[in-house]
C-alpha cells in the first residue's frame, strides 16, 4: 500500500471492549502494526522478568525521570511506551545493559502519580527489536522494528502443541485456582486457536526465571516458541505437584494437632464442669511457667517458687489468700534472673557518643571513659557506683544517660528527692495490705535486665521520718559487698544487684551521709563558663527549641553577640537550664509572630534582646570599683559558684560596737568576729590609732540579705574590707579573693576552687586571691579556665594585704 494511499484511508477509532483502550478499524483494508504504533518509544526497564503480548498487567514507575516521560507520553496522546528486560537486575539502567527484543504497550489508565512514582494499567501490544537506543535528558529512547503477528493457518501440528499446552494448564488450574482467573481473562480478549498468542499467555503464567522467559519473547518462530514454553510448563507442573504434596503432608499433621486440641479443650470443659479444676488458675501457672523458662534463679529463690505454686494450686481463687500468693509469684517470675545485657568497651564509640551529648566537661568525659576502660581490662563493670555532684542543669542526668549510651545497657532512672519511708527502697512486707517491692526491685523489672544502668537523682535530697531513714537503707544497696545478695523485704529472697551500674546525682555532698559518700565515687561538675554556653546553645539548645515550638531551621536565628548577651545578662547560672528557658521565651514569641502572617525569617541581633526577654536581670556593673571598704569574695553555692561584694562601714560613737547584716550563718559570723579581732589587733601596723575602735561603731553587711549565706571562706574578704574602710583606700580593680583567716592572721585553705574561678571569670575578675593550699587545685583546672586570669597564692594576711592595696 503506498503513502498516498494509507494518508487518505485514515483509520476511525471504535471503543474496545477493554475500557479504556481504542482499537483501529480501517475501511477496505487492514493496517498492521508498523503503521499504528510509533517507531520511536521511551522504554522502561525491567528488572525481575518480561512481559508478553495480549497480557494486561499493572506496572509500578519508580524514579523521577522515568514518571516524567510517562507524563510526556500522556500528554503527546500516543500513550505507548516500550518495556524491555535489564541483562544485569542489579546493574545500571544502561542502554547496554538492556536485551534487544521487548513489547509495546499501551497506557489505559493511570492510577496513581506523583514525582517519584506512577502506578500504571497497561495493556501489551507487540513485540519489538530494538534498532537503535540513546540515553538523553528525557531518559531511554529507542528506535524500534516491530514484529507483526501474522495468523497463522492451523495445522495439524501447531494444533497437537496447542492442545498439550491447554493440557498441561487445565492440570496447572486443578493444582492452583488462580490460574483460572488468569485464563478467564485471556479467553475474553483472545482465542485459543491462536498458538502464538495462547504461548505468550501460557509462558506470562509460570514462574519461570526472567531470563528463560526472555528466551521465548525473543523466539519469534511460532513453532519453536509454542515448544519451549511447553517446556517451562511441564517445569511449572511438576514445581506445583511437588507443592502439593508437602502442603498435603503439613496439613495431615496440622489436623491431628488440631484434633489433639480439640480433646484437650473438651476434656478441660468437662473438668471445669465437674469441678475438678479452675480453668482461671491453669492459665496463671502456665504463664509463671513460661516466664521461668530462660530465667536462672538462684536456689533460695528457685525453692519460693516452687513453694508458692504448690501453694496456688491448693487455694481458691475467690479466697484473698490466692490474689495476695498470685502478686507475689509474678513479681518473682517477671524479675530478669540471670539475664544480662552484653556490655561494649568500645573507647572510641563512648568518645563519641560523650561528645555527641556534651560540649565541654573535658575532665568529666575522661574520668567516665578510664571507668570503661577498666571495665575493658577487668571483662566486667561490677560494683560500681558514681555520684556526678554539680550545680543544677550542667547535664548530670544527661552524662548518666550517655554512660548507658555507651556501655550499651539499658538506663532506668528514679528520684530520690524527698524519700522519707524505708520501705520505698527496701520494700513492704507481705502482711501489708497493698504491699510492693521496693525502688530497685521495681527498677530491675522495668529495665529487663539484671545490668542495667540505675540512675539515683537527687541522693542528697534524702529526708528522714519516723517512718525509718532511707538513706541508712542505701548503704546495703550501694556496698559491693553486701549488694550481690540484696534482699527485699517483699520478695524476702536474695536477689543479685552486683552488676548493676549505680550513678547517682547530686547538688552537694553536704547533706549526704558521710557512709554513704564513702561508698560512692565522687565526680564534679563544676560548671559552664561563657565561652562554653555560647556552644551548647548553638549546638543543643537552639535546636531542639526549634523543634520543640514547631519551628523550621532558619526561620529563628540568634547571633553570638546575641547569645552572649542573654548569658551574661539573663543567665549567669553555673548551668544552662536558665539559659534554655530564655530561649524558649524568644522561641514562644517568634511562633506567634509566624501565627499571625509573618513569613520572613527571625535574625535576633544584640539590639533585639531586650524587645524579646524584657530588661536585664544582671547588671554588668554589680562588681563595685573603687569604693571604699567594699571587697569582692567568692563564695560556692548549690547552684555554683558566686561572688559576694562585702561592705564596712563605720559611725561615730561614744561606745564601741560591731554589728553584721545580710543573713550570715553561724560559720560566716565566726569569721567576721575573727576578722574584727584580727584588725583591731594590728591597727598600729596599719598606722591607725589603737583606740580607733572604741570611737566607731562598725558594721558589716553582705548584699543579697534575703539570700541565707554561710562558711568559713569569707574570713580575709571580711578582713580586708575593714582595713579599707580604716584606710579610706580602695582594694585594686578587678580583684576577688577567699580564704579562712585563723586569728593568728595565716590563711587555711577552702573548697570549691573550680566554680569561684568560673564565677570570678564570669564577672570579669581579673586578678584572685587563693589560699596556699589550694594552688594544686587552680592547676588541675583546664587552660580555658585559668587563660586571662592572675592567680595569687598567699600564707598569711600580710600577703593578701599587699596583693590587695598594690597599685596593679
Given at each position: 500500500?503506498t503513502?498516498?494511499?494509507?494518508?487518505n484511508?485514515?483509520?476511525?477509532?471504535?471503543?474496545?471492549?477493554i475500557?479504556?483502550?481504542v482499537?483501529?478499524?480501517?475501511?477496505?483494508?487492514?493496517v498492521v502494526?508498523?503503521?499504528?504504533?510509533?517507531?520511536?518509544?521511551?522504554?522502561?526497564p525491567?528488572?525481575?522478568?518480561?512481559?508478553?503480548?495480549?497480557?494486561?498487567i499493572p506496572?509500578?514507575?519508580?524514579?523521577?525521570?522515568?514518571?516524567?516521560?510517562?507524563?510526556?507520553v500522556?500528554?503527546?496522546g500516543?500513550r505507548?511506551?516500550?518495556?524491555v528486560?535489564?541483562?544485569?537486575?542489579?546493574?545500571?539502567?544502561?542502554?547496554?545493559?538492556?536485551?534487544?527484543?521487548?513489547?509495546?504497550?499501551?497506557?489505559?489508565?493511570?492510577?496513581?502519580?506523583?514525582?517519584e512514582?506512577a502506578?500504571?494499567m497497561?495493556?501489551n501490544?507487540?513485540?519489538?527489536?530494538?534498532?537503535q537506543?540513546?540515553q538523553?535528558?528525557?531518559?531511554?529512547i529507542?528506535?524500534v522494528?516491530?514484529?507483526?503477528?501474522?495468523e497463522?493457518s492451523?495445522?495439524?501440528?501447531?494444533?497437537?502443541?496447542?492442545?498439550?499446552?491447554?493440557?498441561?494448564l487445565?492440570?496447572?488450574?486443578?493444582?492452583?485456582?488462580?490460574?483460572?482467573?488468569e485464563?478467564?481473562?485471556?479467553?475474553?480478549r483472545?482465542?485459543?486457536?491462536?498458538?502464538?498468542?495462547?504461548?505468550d499467555?501460557?509462558?506470562?503464567?509460570?514462574?519461570?526465571?526472567?531470563?528463560?522467559?526472555?528466551?521465548?519473547?525473543?523466539t519469534?518462530?511460532v513453532?519453536?516458541r509454542?515448544?519451549?514454553?511447553?517446556?517451562?510448563?511441564?517445569?511449572?507442573?511438576?514445581v506445583?505437584?511437588l507443592?502439593?504434596?508437602?502442603?498435603?503432608q503439613?496439613?495431615?499433621?496440622?489436623?491431628a494437632?488440631?484434633?489433639?486440641?480439640?480433646?484437650?479443650?473438651?476434656?478441660?470443659?468437662?473438668?471445669?464442669e465437674?469441678?475438678?479444676?479452675?480453668?482461671?488458675?491453669?492459665?496463671?501457672?502456665?504463664?509463671?511457667?513460661?516466664r521461668?523458662?530462660g530465667?536462672?534463679?538462684?536456689?533460695?529463690?528457685?525453692?519460693?517458687?516452687?513453694?508458692?505454686?504448690?501453694?496456688?494450686q491448693?487455694?481458691?481463687?475467690?479466697?484473698?489468700?490466692?490474689?495476695v500468693?498470685?502478686?507475689?509469684?509474678?513479681?518473682?517470675?517477671?524479675?530478669?534472673?540471670?539475664?544480662?545485657?552484653?556490655?561494649?568497651?568500645?573507647?572510641?564509640?563512648?568518645?563519641?557518643?560523650l561528645?555527641?551529648?556534651?560540649?565541654g566537661?573535658?575532665?568529666?568525659?575522661?574520668?567516665?571513659l578510664?571507668?570503661?576502660a577498666?571495665?575493658?581490662?577487668?571483662?566486667?563493670?561490677t560494683?560500681?557506683?558514681?555520684?556526678?555532684?554539680?550545680?543544677?542543669?550542667?547535664?548530670?542526668?544527661s552524662?548518666?544517660?550517655s554512660?548507658?549510651?555507651?556501655?550499651?545497657?539499658?538506663?532506668?532512672?528514679?528520684?530520690?528527692?524527698?524519700?522519707?519511708?524505708?520501705a520505698?527502697?527496701k520494700?513492704?512486707?507481705?502482711?501489708?495490705?497493698?504491699?510492693?517491692?521496693?525502688?530497685?526491685?521495681?527498677?530491675?523489672?522495668?529495665?529487663?535486665t539484671?545490668?542495667?544502668?540505675?540512675?539515683?537523682?537527687?541522693?542528697?535530697?534524702?529526708?528522714?521520718?519516723?517512718?525509718?531513714?532511707?538513706?541508712?537503707?542505701?548503704?546495703?544497696?550501694?556496698?559491693p559487698?553486701q549488694?550481690?545478695?540484696?534482699?527485699?523485704?517483699?520478695l524476702?529472697?536474695?536477689?543479685?544487684?552486683?552488676?548493676?551500674?549505680?550513678?547517682?546525682?547530686?547538688?552537694?555532698?553536704?547533706?549526704?551521709?558521710?557512709?554513704l559518700?564513702?561508698?560512692?565515687?565522687i565526680?564534679?561538675?563544676?560548671?559552664?563558663?561563657l565561652?562554653?554556653k555560647?556552644e551548647?546553645?548553638?549546638?543543643?539548645?537552639?535546636?531542639?527549641?526549634l523543634?520543640?515550638?514547631?519551628l523550621?531551621?532558619?526561620?529563628?536565628?540568634?547571633?553570638?553577640?546575641?547569645?552572649?548577651?542573654?548569658?551574661?545578662g539573663?543567665?549567669?547560672?553555673?548551668?544552662?537550664?536558665?539559659?534554655?528557658?530564655?530561649?524558649?521565651?524568644?522561641?514562644?514569641?517568634?511562633?506567634m509572630?509566624?501565627?499571625?502572617?509573618?513569613?520572613e525569617?527571625?535574625?535576633?541581633?544584640?539590639d533585639?534582646?531586650?524587645?524579646?526577654?524584657?530588661?536585664?536581670v544582671?547588671?554588668?556593673?554589680?562588681?563595685?570599683?573603687?569604693?571604699?571598704?567594699?571587697?569582692?569574695?567568692?563564695?560556692?553555692?548549690?547552684?555554683?559558684?558566686?561572688?559576694?561584694?562585702?561592705e564596712?562601714?563605720?559611725?561615730?560613737?561614744?561606745?564601741?560596737?560591731?554589728?553584721?547584716?545580710?543573713?550570715?550563718?553561724?560559720?560566716?559570723?565566726e569569721?567576721?568576729?575573727?576578722a574584727?579581732?584580727?584588725?583591731?589587733a594590728?591597727?598600729?601596723?596599719?598606722?591607725?590609732?589603737?583606740?580607733?575602735?572604741?570611737?566607731?561603731?562598725?558594721?558589716?553587711?553582705?548584699?543579697?540579705?534575703?539570700?541565707?549565706?554561710?562558711g568559713?571562706?569569707?574570713?580575709?574578704?571580711?578582713t580586708?574590707?575593714?582595713?579599707?574602710?580604716?584606710?579610706?583606700k580602695?582594694?585594686?580593680?578587678?580583684?576577688?579573693m577567699?580564704?579562712?583567716?585563723?586569728?593568728?592572721?595565716?590563711v587555711?585553705?577552702?573548697?570549691?576552687v573550680?566554680?569561684?574561678?568560673?564565677?570570678?571569670?564570669r564577672s570579669?575578675?581579673?586578678?584572685?586571691i587563693?589560699?596556699?593550699?589550694?594552688?594544686?587545685?587552680f592547676?588541675?583546672?583546664?587552660?580555658?579556665?585559668?587563660?586571662?586570669l592572675?592567680?595569687n597564692?598567699?600564707?598569711?594576711?600580710?600577703?593578701?594585704?599587699?596583693?590587695?592595696?598594690?597599685?596593679?
Open positions: 500500500m503513502d498516498s494511499k494509507r494518508r484511508k485514515e483509520p476511525k477509532k471504535i471503543p474496545s471492549p475500557e479504556g483502550e482499537q483501529q478499524e480501517t475501511v477496505g483494508e487492514i502494526a508498523a503503521d499504528v504504533l510509533p517507531t520511536f518509544l521511551p522504554i522502561i525491567l528488572k525481575m522478568r518480561p512481559t508478553f503480548p495480549g497480557i494486561l506496572l509500578v514507575v519508580k524514579g523521577a525521570e522515568k514518571v516524567a516521560a510517562v507524563k510526556r500522556m500528554e503527546q500516543d505507548t511506551i516500550g518495556l528486560l535489564v541483562k544485569e537486575p542489579d546493574g545500571e539502567e544502561t542502554p547496554d545493559n538492556l536485551h534487544r527484543v521487548g513489547v509495546a504497550a499501551k497506557i489505559l489508565q493511570v492510577i496513581h502519580s506523583d514525582e512514582s502506578h500504571l497497561l495493556n501490544l507487540e513485540r519489538f527489536i530494538v534498532d537506543i540513546t538523553s535528558e528525557e531518559g531511554l529507542a528506535r522494528t516491530y514484529h507483526n503477528s501474522a497463522l492451523v495445522n495439524p501440528e501447531l494444533q497437537a502443541y496447542s492442545m498439550a499446552v491447554i493440557s498441561t487445565k492440570e496447572l488450574i486443578h493444582l492452583n485456582p488462580l490460574f483460572s482467573e485464563t478467564k481473562l485471556f479467553l475474553n483472545s482465542s485459543m486457536d491462536d498458538p502464538g498468542r495462547l504461548a499467555f501460557a509462558a506470562n503464567l509460570t514462574s519461570a526465571d526472567g531470563q528463560e522467559l526472555q528466551v521465548v519473547l525473543e519469534f518462530d513453532k519453536h509454542i515448544d519451549r514454553v511447553l517446556v517451562l510448563l511441564k517445569k511449572e507442573l511438576e506445583y505437584r507443592q502439593s504434596k508437602i502442603t498435603k503439613i496439613e495431615d499433621k496440622i489436623s494437632r488440631q484434633r489433639e486440641f480439640f480433646l484437650r479443650e473438651q476434656l478441660k470443659l468437662i473438668k471445669r465437674l469441678g475438678l479444676e479452675k480453668e482461671g488458675k491453669v492459665s496463671e501457672l502456665e504463664k509463671f511457667m513460661e521461668l523458662e530465667l536462672t534463679l538462684n536456689e533460695e529463690a528457685q525453692k519460693a517458687v516452687e513453694e508458692e505454686m504448690e501453694k496456688l491448693l487455694i481458691e481463687p475467690s479466697s484473698p489468700e490466692y490474689n500468693s498470685r502478686t507475689y509469684l509474678d513479681w518473682l517470675t517477671i524479675l530478669p534472673w540471670g539475664k544480662y545485657s552484653e556490655d561494649s568497651y568500645k573507647l572510641d564509640r563512648a568518645r563519641k557518643i561528645d555527641r551529648d556534651h560540649y566537661l573535658k575532665d568529666v568525659k575522661e574520668r567516665i578510664e571507668f570503661i577498666v571495665g575493658k581490662m577487668k571483662g566486667s563493670i560494683g560500681s557506683i558514681l555520684c556526678l555532684v554539680g550545680p543544677p542543669g550542667v547535664g548530670k542526668t552524662v548518666g544517660k554512660i548507658a549510651d555507651a556501655l550499651g545497657r539499658k538506663f532506668y532512672r528514679f528520684s530520690l528527692g524527698g524519700m522519707r519511708d524505708e520505698e527502697i520494700g513492704h512486707r507481705r502482711t501489708y495490705i497493698g504491699a510492693m517491692p521496693g525502688k530497685f526491685i521495681q527498677a530491675m523489672k522495668r529495665a529487663g539484671a545490668n542495667p544502668v540505675l540512675m539515683l537523682d537527687e541522693i542528697d535530697k534524702v529526708g528522714a521520718s519516723f517512718q525509718g531513714d532511707p538513706a541508712s537503707a542505701l548503704l546495703e544497696v550501694l556496698d559487698e549488694n550481690s545478695s540484696f534482699r527485699d523485704h517483699y524476702d529472697v536474695p536477689f543479685d544487684l552486683s552488676n548493676v551500674l549505680f550513678v547517682a546525682t547530686a547538688n552537694q555532698l553536704d547533706t549526704i551521709p558521710p557512709a559518700i564513702d561508698r560512692m565515687e565526680i564534679r561538675l563544676a560548671g559552664y563558663i565561652e562554653e555560647v551548647i546553645a548553638k549546638r543543643y539548645l537552639v535546636p531542639k527549641a523543634k520543640n515550638h514547631g523550621e531551621k532558619g526561620q529563628v536565628s540568634i547571633s553570638k553577640d546575641a547569645l552572649i548577651k542573654i548569658i551574661d539573663y543567665a549567669r547560672e553555673a548551668g544552662v537550664r536558665n539559659l534554655e528557658n530564655r530561649i524558649k521565651k524568644i522561641m514562644r514569641k517568634a511562633a509572630e509566624f501565627a499571625e502572617g509573618r513569613t525569617p527571625i535574625s535576633l541581633g544584640i533585639d534582646v531586650v524587645q524579646f526577654l524584657g530588661n536585664p544582671f547588671n554588668p556593673d554589680e562588681v563595685f570599683e573603687e569604693v571604699t571598704g567594699v571587697v569582692t569574695g567568692l563564695a560556692w553555692t548549690s547552684m555554683g559558684g558566686a561572688t559576694l561584694q562585702i564596712a562601714t563605720a559611725m561615730p560613737s561614744k561606745a564601741k560596737g560591731f554589728k553584721q547584716t545580710g543573713q550570715l550563718g553561724k560559720v560566716m559570723v569569721s567576721s568576729e575573727i574584727y579581732s584580727y584588725v583591731m594590728h591597727l598600729e601596723k596599719y598606722g591607725v590609732s589603737p583606740d580607733y575602735f572604741d570611737s566607731h561603731f562598725v558594721h558589716l553587711h553582705v548584699p543579697a540579705g534575703a539570700t541565707p549565706k554561710d568559713p571562706s569569707a574570713g580575709i574578704t571580711m580586708t574590707a575593714l582595713i579599707s574602710m580604716i584606710l579610706k580602695p582594694v585594686r580593680q578587678k580583684l576577688a577567699t580564704g579562712e583567716l585563723t586569728l593568728s592572721g595565716r587555711l585553705p577552702i573548697g570549691g573550680k566554680e569561684k574561678t568560673i564565677a570570678a571569670r570579669g575578675i581579673k586578678t584572685l587563693f589560699p596556699d593550699g589550694n594552688r594544686k587545685d592547676e588541675e583546672l583546664p587552660a580555658y579556665l585559668k587563660k586571662g592572675k592567680a597564692f598567699v600564707h598569711d594576711y600580710e600577703e593578701v594585704c599587699a596583693i590587695a592595696f598594690s597599685a596593679k
